[in-house]
Nanobody, 122 residues
Framework: QVQLVQSGGGSVQVGEFLRLTCEASAKVNGYCMGWFRQAPGAEREMVASLDITGGTFYADYVEGRFTISRDNAKNTLYLQMNSLKPDDTGMYFC?????????????????WGQGTQVTVSS
């Protein structure tokens, strides 16, 4: 079992930045790690993922603004979010799954953080 504990998030203005942190209770070197977002009434969707080789995926609407990274020594995953927009508002979840394939579907992910709210106001 891997427990994921999130920190960061909050309320900011358009154009500002935030960094989300996700600390794992165990080594996650062999895991896909990802960030998902869920807006009210909407399905959870992938924002970014990072596989065990360092390969990354970004949703089109965050490409160039968000950066996912991990520090394996600290068992920690990060999401740097720059140039935030109102559409970025939502509950953000970090997630982990074993293996080399980082599915875009939230249903394929096993371990989840508690979620953290991000609100961007214009």
């Amino acid at each position: 079992q891997v427990q994921l504990v999130q920190s960061g998030g909050g309320s900011v203005q358009v154009g500002e930045f935030l960094r989300l942190t996700c600390e794992a209770s165990a080594k996650v070197n062999g895991y896909c790690m990802g960030w998902f977002r869920q807006a009210p009434g909407a399905e959870r969707e992938m924002v970014a993922s990072l596989d065990i080789t360092g390969g990354t995926f970004y949703a089109d609407y965050v490409e160039g603004r968000f950066t996912i990274s991990r520090d394996n020594a600290k068992n920690t995953l990060y999401l740097q979010m720059n140039s935030l927009k109102p559409d970025d508002t939502g509950m953000y979840f970090c997630a982990a799954k074993r293996g080399t394939f980082c599915s875009e579907s939230w249903r394929d992910w096993v371990f989840w953080g508690q979620g953290t709210q991000v609100t961007v106001s214009s």
